[in-house]
């Protein structure tokens, strides 16, 4: 059972590597924004190759969906593509998933299915996700469930729409085909899985797997004590449209022998995309607890058993109604991980650290290309940082358990783009204070080299930074500039929609780090000093917040000061 689960999983992580090496944009082969799974005939998840978790949900949801509509009509060589967000549970419309049938010996056996993000497809704005979009309708490129290819050979009619409706058609195209082949190839490699050892036992061990994987985590929610944990709440800073007015997520938890129960809390929906459909929510929450009580544990359809969520009221911005715009789901999606982290952190202080910065978020940056005069479409991913752990610091440029991507690398910016990055580097004292510190947040610079352009940014974090707990401190908010350090200098939201740049003109944003854990003056001193020689924290916040007095121009710390600040 072990060997053939392990060999699953297996397939799952060499369809990530295929897609990652044939994939055609910036933000599949570098940020990594896709994700692969492996689905039995029900679409239950049975086993994901290197995950981004907030496509979990999805995936399943989407693959019911087609089974739905096409269950009875369904063949080798099919391929389906969808991006709806209310008719497929889809995070957004640049998220397009695209699923396979498995059959073996003439039987649906499994289905194949991955989701992969977009550069472009169409919308009101170049790059899609305009973040001051008001309805879906504005958000790009609507695909309701389709067949795209039969007997592994495309539909001509649904390929010209598709082009004809992204501002960057080869890489566009060029990703979804990399997706469709990539599948075609899991199917060989599932049959080969299941002529090596007999379809009924491979599926037997997929469906004992999903049993373990749940008692596993029941054991876990066990050791918690009964009771009532929270509520804590956190905030968006706006929605992109109304600047004035914030928006609050809360969660409580509650734990009742080996179950957890979740009681959210939202504002209601936004005019502005910040809106989360709970499909997409649920199974992100999900991993999440999985994954924090259980890190080992594999994830399937089984670790969302013992765990039941209550959402808030239809109207709300974790509940909206169609047609809500969703494109920036990932930001209340990082902060509905913070307000449930926090709880946790009550539960399991010892598993769960302080709140992670909850900020990172995307540039795209939109034109002409001068030197070939082609369109080219950079969505660049930037972090901020994790916060402190139970025992130890939080990582650096690591900021959210929802958002596993990749930066894209200076290099192949400068390659592929006509885009110079200016700084790229640690936001000294982002991170919050405390025993333990909150990892930092980046500094990333780019200079536009072409003669126009646009840029729009996603981000939050502005107002409310991430909190810590334990006594630590909340961590330094986001930024962002145009033609910073300059005397032209203009500060930005942390929402911009179309932003026009022109050759020369630097656009820079500054994110925020994780929130901090226990007191700052119970922190070691030879930690503060370290932090201050690294150029992580001033001398002015060693001594202020730290209590440790750095001896100006020195590396050494003056003992008998920082004696009488900490007593």
């Not at 399943?60 to 593509?81: I, N, W």
């Not at 497929?88 to 397009?96: E, K, L, M, S």
């Not at 990892?439 to 107002?463: A, K, P």
């Not at 350090?485 to 780090?513: E, H, I």
Request: net charge negative; hydrophobic share 35%; proline share 6%.
């Amino acid at each position: 059972m072990e060997v053939v689960y392990r060999a699953t999983i297996q397939i799952a992580k060499e369809l990530s590597l295929n897609m990652l090496r044939t994939g055609y944009s910036s933000v599949i082969k570098e940020s990594q924004d896709f994700t692969f799974s492996i689905l039995d005939a029900q679409g239950r998840m049975v086993a994901q190759g290197v995950p981004q978790p907030l496509h979990i949900g999805g995936i399943s949801a989407q693959t019911q969906e087609v089974l739905r509509k096409f269950k009875d009509r369904m063949a080798p060589g099919d391929a389906y593509v969808l991006n709806h967000p209310y008719q497929a549970c889809q995070n957004h419309a640049t998220d397009v998933t695209i699923i396979s049938p498995v059959f073996f010996r003439g039987e649906l056996a499994a289905m194949v299915g991955n989701t992969a993000h977009k550069p472009d497809l169409g919308g009101k704005v170049p790059g899609t996700n305009s973040p001051d979009a008001t309805d879906l309708m504005q958000e790009g490129l609507l695909i309701p469930a389709l067949r795209l290819y039969r007997d592994e050979k495309v539909n001509e009619d649904i390929k010209e729409i598709i082009w004809a409706n992204t501002r960057t058609p080869e890489v566009t195209w060029g990703d979804i085909s990399a997706q469709a082949q990539t599948n075609f190839y899991g199917i060989k490699k599932l049959t080969e899985l299941f002529e090596s050892y007999g379809k009924d036992e491979v599926l037997a061990c997929w469906e004992r797997w999903m049993e373990i994987c749940e008692q596993e985590l029941r054991k876990e929610i066990e050791k918690i004590p009964d009771g009532v944990y929270g509520p804590y709440e956190d905030f968006l800073d706006d929605d992109g449209i109304e600047f004035d007015r914030e928006y609050r997520i809360a969660a409580t938890l509650t734990v009742k022998g080996d179950e957890l129960f979740l009681k959210l809390e939202a504002s209601p929906q936004a005019r502005g995309p910040i809106n989360l459909r709970p499909c997409v929510a649920h199974y992100m929450l999900t991993s999440y607890i999985s994954a924090a009580l259980c890190p080992d544990l594999p994830l399937n359809q089984g670790v969302s058993r013992p765990i039941h969520i209550a959402f808030p009221a239809e109207g709300t911005i974790l509940n909206p109604r169609y047609p809500a715009a969703v494109n920036m789901y990932v930001r209340p999606s990082q902060i509905l991980n913070t307000v449930v982290g926090m709880v946790l952190a009550d539960a399991v202080p010892d598993k769960v650290g302080a709140p992670d910065s909850g900020t990172g978020g995307s540039c795209s940056f939109s034109g002409r290309d001068d030197r070939d005069s082609r369109w080219f479409s950079l969505y660049d991913i930037c972090r901020g940082g994790a916060g402190a752990r139970p025992r130890s610091d939080g990582v650096s440029v690591l900021d959210s358990f929802v958002v596993n991507v990749m930066n894209t690398p200076v290099e192949m910016v400068e390659a592929e783009f006509p885009i110079r990055i200016r700084r790229y580097e640690l936001h000294e004292e982002s991170g919050g204070a405390g025993k333990y510190r909150g990892g930092m947040g980046i500094r990333r610079d780019w200079e536009m080299l072409c003669e126009e352009s646009t840029v729009n940014l996603r981000s939050d974090r502005f107002l409310h930074s991430a909190p810590g707990i334990d006594g630590g401190m909340s961590a330094k908010p986001s930024q962002a500039w145009l033609n910073p350090d300059t005397a032209n200098a203009k500060p930005q939201r942390s929402k911009v929609s179309k932003l026009l740049l022109k050759k020369g003109d630097v656009f820079s944003v500054k994110y925020g780090g994780g929130g901090g854990r226990g007191k700052p003056f119970e922190r070691p001193v030879e930690q503060v000093l370290e932090d201050v020689c690294n150029g992580y924290i001033s001398r002015e916040t060693a001594r202020e917040v730290y209590g440790v007095v750095v001896v100006e121009n020195s590396a050494e710390v003056d003992e008998v000061e920082t004696q009488k600040l900490r007593g």
